[in-house]
């Protein structure tokens, strides 16, 4: 079975600080791993994936996540956070390969950057 | 136009109303999906459709009744709902590669359908 953690509800940073959003996740192997972004109102929106390779992905308006294996986590992280990055973000996980193919979501963070 | 749309954005109906979500992909996928997003929830994973046809199905109330006539579009039929039944309705697709049941990675979502259930 797979399944995914979004440990904080809220995040709360003020304007051109560095963000984090955490995100744990469990598989039976090796995992597919993303990040989606959801404005109000609007459908989900992909960010960036690890598939395989470079353990540091880079992805849309400057966002980045690090895979840590060891930890089973996928953290999506920004150097400077601005007022427009204010949204929803989804942690999403699916085998790369047997049981499920289908991604499994989490409940979401709401990230609030102040000005 | 591109991309994922649904129709139409927001719907409001009584319980005893018959009444259809629209879904159309634009991105030449062959797989669909419908997820229910409820506030303070998961996103509840509704119905897959790969290559026209229905691959899982994670017990969904027979009111909620899905069609998929070609590999672009996606409909939701929806008929005595109920209250609780009020949330954004999100269509998305995605590209499979290979064998049925085998689905490749990235879900393109559509704007969603805001239902309300009086």
């Known amino acids: 079975a797979q399944s995914v953690a979004q440990p904080e509800d809220q995040v709360n940073v003020a304007e051109g600080n560095p963000l984090t959003v955490k995100c744990t996740y469990s598989v039976s192997g090796n995992p597919y791993l993303f990040w989606y972004v959801q404005y109000p109102n609007r459908g989900l929106q992909f960010l960036l994936k690890y598939i395989t390779g470079d353990n540091l992905v880079k992805g849309s308006y400057g966002f980045e996540a690090e895979f840590n294996k060891s930890q089973t986590s996928f953290h999506l992280k920004k150097p400077s956070a601005l007022v427009s990055d204010s949204a929803m973000y989804f942690c999403a996980v699916r085998e790369s390969s047997g049981g499920s193919y289908i991604p499994t979501f989490g409940r979401g963070t709401s990230l609030i950057v102040h000005p | 136009e591109t991309g994922v749309t649904q129709t139409p954005r927001h719907l409001v109906m009584g319980m005893t109303n018959k009444k259809s979500l629209k879904c159309e992909q634009h991105l030449g996928h062959n797989a669909m999906y419908w997820y229910k997003q409820s ?5 509840e994973l509704m119905f897959v459709y790969s290559l026209e046809e229905r691959v899982e199905n994670n017990s969904v109330p027979s009111r909620f009744s899905p069609e998929c006539p070609n590999s672009s579009h996606l409909f939701l039929h929806l008929h005595t709902l ?37």
Do not use: H, I, M, N
Request: proline letters at 10%; hydrophobic letters at 30%; a negative charge.
């Open chain 2, 39 to 43: 506030a303070k929830k998961p996103l």
């Open chain 2, 82 to 118: 109920q209250p609780e039944d009020s949330a954004l309705y999100l269509c998305a697709s995605s590209q499979t590669p290979g064998l049925a049941g085998e689905f490749t990675d990235t879900q393109y979502f559509g704007p969603g359908t805001r239902l309300t259930v009086l």
